[in-house]
C-alpha cells in the first residue's frame, strides 16, 4: 500500500504571496492532520479533517486553512505569507474508523516551504 | 497547544550502549506512539501502544504504555549508528488532536 504523499517537496514563495500545499492519505484513511515544524517550535498542529469536515483545530491565524475532499485528499493554504512561515509542513492521515488502534498516524514526508 | 514534556532532550552515546527516554503528559491518553525522524523527512512510526501497562517490542527498540497513562518510554538496546535522529513520542485521545513530545536527538559515536 503506498505512504502518505505531499507535493510538492520544496517550495520557495516571497512575502505576501499565498501558497497550496497537497496530501494524498494511504488508501481508506480518512482523517488527515496537518502540522508545522520548526526547529524552535517543534511539531505544531495546525487542523484535522475527517471526513470533508474540519474536526479539530490548533492556534493558528486565519491565514492557514485547508480543507478535505470526497476522495479524502487534502489540501492546505496559507495567504499572505510571512518570513516565520518557513517550515515543513506535514500531514499524517489515519483510518480513524473507531476500532482500536485505527487513529494511529502516519506521516508524509512533508514540503519544505521557504518565504523570502 | 500542549506539548509533552520528553527527556532527555538530546544523548550522545556510544555504539553498543542502551538507550532510555521518556514521555510525561498532565493529561490521560489512550494512546501513545513513538516516532523516528530524519532530517528532512517526516516522522516514521516505530511502536504504537493502546492499552496501561502494555509493553511492545520491534527488534530492538522497547515501548511502555504507562500504567497512569500519563507516560510513556521508549528503550533501545544496543545502539548502532543508524540509530542517529531526533525521536517523538504522541499522545492521542479519541476525537482529539494528538500532542507531541519536544523530541529527544540521539547521537551514536561509532
Known amino acids: 500500500k503506498a505512504g502518505v504523499t505531499q507535493t510538492p517537496r520544496y517550495l520557495i514563495k516571497t512575502r505576501g504571496q499565498q501558497v497550496t500545499l497537497s496530501c494524498s492519505p494511504i488508501?481508506?484513511?480518512?482523517?488527515v492532520s496537518w502540522y508545522q515544524q520548526t526547529p524552535g517550535q517543534g511539531l505544531q498542529f495546525l487542523f484535522e479533517y475527517f471526513s470533508e469536515t474540519q474536526r479539530n483545530k490548533g492556534n493558528f491565524p486565519g491565514r492557514f486553512s485547508g480543507r478535505q475532499f470526497s476522495n479524502s485528499r487534502s489540501e492546505m493554504n496559507v495567504s499572505t505569507l510571512e518570513l516565520g512561515d518557513s517550515a515543513l509542513y506535514l500531514c499524517?492521515?489515519?483510518?480513524?474508523?473507531?476500532?482500536?488502534?485505527?487513529?494511529?498516524?502516519?506521516f508524509g514526508p512533508g514540503t519544505r516551504l521557504t518565504v523570502l | 497547544g500542549q506539548q509533552l514534556n520528553q527527556s532527555p532532550q538530546s544523548m550522545f552515546i556510544q555504539e553498543g550502549e542502551d538507550v532510555s527516554m521518556n514521555c510525561t503528559s498532565s493529561?490521560?491518553?489512550?494512546?501513545w506512539l513513538w516516532y523516528k525522524q530524519d532530517p528532512g523527512e517526516g516522522p516514521v512510526l516505530l511502536i504504537a501502544?493502546?492499552?496501561?501497562?502494555e509493553l511492545t517490542s520491534n527488534g530492538r527498540l522497547t515501548a511502555q504504555f504507562g500504567t497512569t497513562r500519563k507516560d510513556s518510554f521508549l528503550n533501545i538496546s544496543a545502539s548502532i549508528p543508524s540509530d542517529v535522529g531526533i525521536y517523538f513520542c504522541a499522545g492521542h485521545k479519541t476525537g482529539n488532536q494528538f500532542y507531541f513530545g519536544t523530541g529527544t536527538s540521539l547521537t551514536v559515536i561509532p
Open positions: 488508501s481508506g484513511h480518512r482523517s
Open positions: 501502544l493502546y492499552k496501561a501497562g
Open positions: 493529561s490521560i491518553f489512550n494512546t
Open positions: 499524517a492521515s489515519s483510518l480513524a474508523s473507531g476500532g482500536p488502534g485505527t487513529d494511529t498516524q502516519y
